[in-house]
């Protein structure tokens, strides 16, 4: 697949996921589905933190408990100009506020994807691509999808105010020949590199040896199969994690700290994607990912007691209508996780929006054995 087919192939994928009828009447939640619990064992109800957004949020936890959402700040799926802005909260989720714009968008181009993290030194990262809405002459298309930009790197030292940008510094293409895009959060691995996912016609890690000053070293995560949207976590003793989406997520597992990558098999059902990796406090890993399959789409959440050869069953977090998901988790202070995802609708929300959800793990998904 060429370059400008797989473009046209993402865009009709897009607009169809983003035209999906919402329904007019009354919500009906999950059928047969078990939902998670707050810490006071009741059914915790989702608070809109950034309004008229589409959103994908990527949390990053700063030094003094600020966390910040990096997010797309207009209401579509990418069919518009917009730019990646990073909003904190300083309440564990109680409130949200604008603090930056790390990739602000050039005319007639959005930038949307993006992959974040913190540098070792404590500073703010943000690989940030998108799509043009720049045709070649005679040619026509779907709105923003003309082709995908080239990648930047934006950097700040103050909590996500203030940004340098570097445009240039980064590779242009993957080992395919073709733009990759950034995905999921930057990990810093136990060989002192930081590492990050791209893909293109796979999934890559790609890793950087100057905290993140400067990208490379594409390392596929699965080279026979085509993979994209690809979260990743560090076990600890060069080991990781990595939940790969395609038609559903599979699991791979790393043991040279993401130098080379062995199948794990599948982790969920078709339509349930993409994921994300996070350590709990209990020494558990939490799976968080999309899931799109029957009327009512929603939220859902999963544990693994052994480093993610096996799961728990799913239990949902929040339901939604139309187009959403794209959740990011951290655990707070009192044991309690913090959940965003974006969706169209909620119940009592018609918007495009960025939702969060507090709920308590042990209540919802048991205790480690």
């Known amino acids: 697949m060429n370059a400008k087919t797989l473009a046209k192939t993402v865009a009709f994928l897009a607009l169809l996921i983003g035209s ?3 329904p007019s009447g009354g919500a009906e939640e999950g059928e047969g589905k078990r939902y998670v619990e707050t810490k006071e064992g ?22 003094d408990g600020t966390i910040v ?18 909003w904190a909260t300083k309440d564990c989720g109680a409130t949200w506020s604008k603090v930056g714009t790390p990739a602000p968008h050039e005319p007639d181009t959005n930038r949307m994807n993006v992959a ?28 923003f999808r003309a ?25 242009d293409q993957a080992p395919d020949g073709r733009r990759w895009v950034p995905f999921g959060d930057v990990v810093e691995g136990d060989d002192g590199l930081l590492h990050a996912v791209a893909y ?15 990208w490379g070293e594409f390392t596929p995560i699965d080279k026979d199969n085509g993979r994209n949207e690809t979260a990743i976590l560090n076990l600890g003793g060069g080991k990781w994690l990595a939940a790969s989406r395609q038609s559903a997520l599979f699991g791979y597992a790393s043991d040279d ?10 982790i969920t059902e078709k339509g349930q994607h993409p994921g994300h990796l996070l350590r709990l406090k209990d020494g558990r890993v939490l799976l968080s990912y999309g899931d799109r399959t029957g009327t009512v789409h929603g939220v859902e959440v999963r544990a693994s007691s052994d480093e993610g050869k096996t799961w728990s069953e799913p239990v949902r977090l929040l339901d939604w209508w139309g187009d959403g998901g794209y959740p990011s988790s951290v ?8 959940t965003t995802y974006y969706a169209a609708k909620i119940e009592g929300h018609e918007r495009y929006h960025m939702g969060v959800v507090v709920w308590d793990p042990s209540r919802s998904l048991g205790t480690s054995p």
């Not at 009741?42 to 030094?63: E, F, H, I, K, S």
């Not at 974040?116 to 990262?125: Q, S």
């Not at 202070?333 to 913090?338: C, K």
Request: glycine letters at 10%; charged letters at 20%.
């Open 42 to 63: 009741q059914r915790p109800a989702p608070t809109v933190a950034a309004d008229n957004v589409c959103a994908w949020p990527n949390l990053t936890v700063l030094d």
């Open 116 to 143: 974040a993290g913190r540098a070792k030194n404590n500073d703010l990262i943000v690989i940030a691509s998108g799509w043009s809405n720049q045709y070649p002459e005679g040619e026509s298309g779907a709105a």
């Open 147 to 171: 082709g995908i930009l080239h990648t930047w790197l934006s950097r700040s030292s103050d909590g996500g105010r203030t940004w340098s940008i570097d445009k240039e510094g980064l590779p």
């Open 257 to 266: 700290d993401c130098r080379t990558w062995r199948p794990l098999g599948p």
């Open 331 to 338: 655990q707070l202070p009192d044991g309690q996780v913090l």
């Open 20 to 22: 999906l009828p919402l």
């Open 69 to 86: 959402a990096t997010i797309f700040n207009r209401p579509s799926h990418g069919s518009m100009a917009g730019d990646v802005e990073c």
């Open 200 to 214: 293109s016609s796979r999934a890559w890690c790609i890793a950087s040896r100057d905290d993140g000053k400067t």
